[in-house]
Structures are given as C-alpha cells and as structure tokens.
C-alpha cells in the first residue's frame, strides 16, 4: 500500500490551499484517514482524520479553518486548508489504516505514511 500526496507549496497568511492523498495497492479497506503535520523543531501531531467509525476530527489549532474530505470510491482524501497562519508552516504528511488483501488471498492490516509536502505559509 502506497499513500502519494500533492498540493501544497507556498502561501500568503489568510490564503488557501488544498492538500490531495490517494491510495493504492490491494486495498480490501480504508479504516481511517488523514493528515498530520511537523513543523520546524516540532514534534509530528495530528491535523484531521476521518474514520470509518467515528467520523472527522481535528486539531484544536485548525477547526474551522481546515476541512477533510473523503472519496470513499477513490481511496483518496483532501485537506481543505483556510485562512493559513505561519503557525502552519509544516511538512504535511498523509496517513491511512486499514485492510488491504495480501499473500494466498488474506486479509492483513496496513498503516502507512505519504512521503511528505511543505505548506510554507508566510506573512
């Protein structure tokens, strides 16, 4: 199971930009989906996910300004990011659990991470 992200890039504080995630690879499910961040000299926190189960969720820092979406047909999620603050300025990373089909036609669990995309958000 592969996680490929894209978006992202350089932003003007009060702009907008979306972050897009897709997966590949034998997908049997998708429990969980999302996007965290490492800012510089910061730990990696959660942003947003959505769940199967237990529906969206966000960071404090960014409801009401982010927005996570899911194609559930797709396998793909969006981060929907507005009114950015450099305080967001971060390596955003794509994250997904779930089942995917694996040797002699079994169904294994899988958590794995997109490579990474730079949101720099300047003043």
């Known amino acids: 199971v592969q996680l490929q992200a894209s978006g992202g890039g350089s932003v003007q504080a009060g702009g907008s930009t979306r972050l897009s995630c897709v997966v590949t690879g034998s997908i049997f499910s998708i429990n969980v989906i999302g996007w965290y961040r490492q800012g510089p000299g910061n730990q990696r926190e959660l942003v947003a996910e959505v769940s199967s189960g237990s529906g969206t969720k966000y960071s404090d820092s960014v409801e009401g300004r982010f927005t996570i979406s899911r194609d559930y047909d797709e396998h793909r999620a969006y981060l929907q990011m507005d009114g950015l603050k450099p305080e967001d300025t971060a390596v955003y990373y794509c994250?997904?659990?779930?089942?995917?089909?694996?040797?002699?036609?079994?169904?294994?669990?899988?958590?794995?991470w997109g490579q990474g995309t730079l949101v720099t958000v300047s003043s």
């Open positions: 994250h997904a659990e779930g089942s995917r089909y694996g040797d002699y036609g079994m169904v294994v669990d899988f958590r794995s």
